[in-house]
């Protein structure tokens, strides 16, 4: 847990996600072997004085656990959550939480078993898991790109499908045409009113004629 919160805080967005993922599975791949080579040449003996090569080994355990928690344990679940889109989100994670959780119980209920039947001591057990961490070396490196800082519309064509993306941007060229034909049409309309009004203006020579007042009438008939 320590080295997980310590992952988290500090390293997370220093080293990225692809990078950690990479070192992280030659590390844990290399401690997985060393407990393998281990057991199979000099398997411990109960009542037997452990070889400085047997606490070595019983380190990398504890160093195994460490590096997954400097990788694969906290970096999967972020990027589950920051590569789909806010509508698939929880989609996303509740798959990736479904599938974690049925392999811990298909790893918990075979492992007992291996090192029962995978070789002298069950060291067979141990190549098998470093087999895979070194896999998963090449896993990320051909199909896991870098994910750090980056938007959700950089994720759409990371990950092959930039479909929404030439739609939001088709979208917002439309969007932008239309508001631009808006103004030009606007502005045509203000010209031609001030057109008309400056030749009404021209027209009547700049004075608007009155006719005579109506007292005027009144005042002349009187006398």
């Known amino acids: 847990m320590v080295t997980c919160a310590a992952f988290l805080l500090l390293a997370a ?7 950690s993922l990479l070192w992280t599975s030659i590390a844990q791949g290399t401690a997985m072997f060393v407990i393998g080579f281990y057991v199979r040449f000099d398997p411990p003996v109960k009542g037997a004085v ?7 080994a019983l380190t990398c355990i504890y160093l195994f656990a460490g590096f997954f928690q400097f990788g694969w344990g906290p970096c ?6 920051e590569i789909p889109t806010a509508r698939l989100r929880a989609l996303n994670v509740a798959v990736a939480a479904a599938t974690q959780w049925l392999f811990n119980f298909v790893v918990a209920k075979a492992v007992p078993t291996m090192l029962v ?3 002298r001591a069950g060291y067979g057990t141990y190549f098998i898991f470093g087999t895979f961490c ?8 051909f199909l896991i790109p870098e994910t750090k800082g980056l938007s959700l519309e950089r994720m759409d064509e990371l990950f092959g499908n930039p479909d929404l993306l030439h739609q ?11 508001r631009r034909g808006n103004t030009a049409e606007k502005n045509a309309h203000v010209a031609e009113i001030e057109e008309r009004e400056h030749a009404g203006v021209s027209g ?11 007292g005027d009438d009144i005042v002349a008939q009187n006398k």
């Not at 967005?13 to 990078?19: I, V, Y």
Request: hydrophobic share 40%; glycine share 14%.
């Open 13 to 19: 967005d220093s080293l990225g996600r692809r990078r």
């Open 50 to 56: 452990i070889p400085p090569v047997g606490y070595f």
């Open 76 to 81: 999967c679940w972020i990027i589950v959550s």
């Open 117 to 119: 039947t995978v070789g």
């Open 134 to 141: 070194f896999s998963m070396f090449f896993f990320v490196w």
């Open 168 to 178: 939001k941007h088709d979208e917002e060229s439309q969007n932008g045409s239309i």
């Open 204 to 214: 009547d020579g700049g004075v608007e004629s009155r006719g005579p007042a109506a």
